[in-house]
């Protein structure tokens, strides 16, 4: 019987270790699995959208007029995210390698400059994203579910083909 421990405790290792699983350790907290569902896989979003969001710090905003999402300013108009950039999204956030976990967070104030908008039926979430703290925040239906700092610069990039004429996104290394 113990011989067939190891090859059983190896097969389970090898079968076992899909980027999904990987992910499910990686969020601890049940509460971030359906907006991480719908993140996921943004075909079955019926809406999908992301907004620029003002930045700066709260002394120094810009624009005090725009519309508020989590006590963010909303400086442009939502853009819809077509069927390629849904794509695009989906495997940037299904990557394990985009997210890592800081064991001191670093001495950020999260100011997110994007704010994406994913919504299937009573599902609503939000992913604010923090460029300065590399930091994102899931919101399910209005409640904060989830944060996790980030280290993919292809998070960027894609972030700045949305975003082609803000000179204040485009400038970020």
């Given at each position: 019987?113990?011989?067939?421990?190891?090859?059983?405790?190896?097969?389970?290792?090898?079968?076992g270790?899909g980027?999904?699983?990987?992910?499910?350790?990686?969020?601890?907290n049940?509460?971030?699995e359906p907006?991480?569902a719908l993140?996921?896989d943004?075909?079955?979003?019926t809406?999908?959208e992301?907004?620029?969001?003002?930045?700066?710090y709260?002394?120094k905003?810009?624009?005090?007029?725009?519309?508020?999402?989590?006590?963010?300013?909303?400086?442009?108009?939502?853009?819809?995210?077509?069927?390629?950039?849904?794509?695009?999204?989906?495997?940037?956030?299904?990557?394990?390698d985009?997210?890592?976990?800081?064991?001191?967070?670093?001495?950020?104030?999260f100011?997110p400059?994007?704010?994406?908008?994913?919504?299937e039926k009573?599902?609503?979430?939000d992913?604010?994203?923090?460029?300065?703290?590399k930091?994102?925040r899931y919101y399910l239906n209005g409640?904060?579910?989830?944060?996790?700092y980030f280290?993919?610069?292809?998070?960027?990039?894609?972030?700045?083909?949305?975003?082609p004429?803000?000179k204040?996104?485009?400038?970020?290394k």
């Amino acid at each position: 019987m113990k011989h067939l421990l190891l090859p059983t405790i190896a097969a389970l290792v090898l079968l076992g270790c899909g980027a999904k699983r990987n992910m499910q350790w990686q969020w601890a907290n049940v509460k971030i699995e359906p907006a991480y569902a719908l993140a996921s896989d943004l075909s079955k979003a019926t809406i999908c959208e992301v907004y620029r969001v003002d930045d700066s710090y709260p002394n120094k905003q810009k624009i005090q007029s725009g519309g508020h999402l989590h006590g963010y300013t909303v400086i442009a108009n939502a853009i819809p995210l077509s069927k390629k950039s849904r794509v695009v999204l989906s495997r940037i956030l299904t990557n394990t390698d985009t997210y890592f976990r800081h064991s001191v967070p670093p001495d950020c104030l999260f100011r997110p400059g994007v704010a994406f908008h994913f919504t299937e039926k009573n599902i609503k979430v939000d992913l604010l994203v923090c460029f300065s703290c590399k930091e994102l925040r899931y919101y399910l239906n209005g409640q904060i579910v989830g944060t996790s700092y980030f280290r993919s610069h292809e998070f960027l990039k894609f972030t700045k083909k949305l975003f082609p004429d803000d000179k204040n996104l485009q400038s970020l290394k």
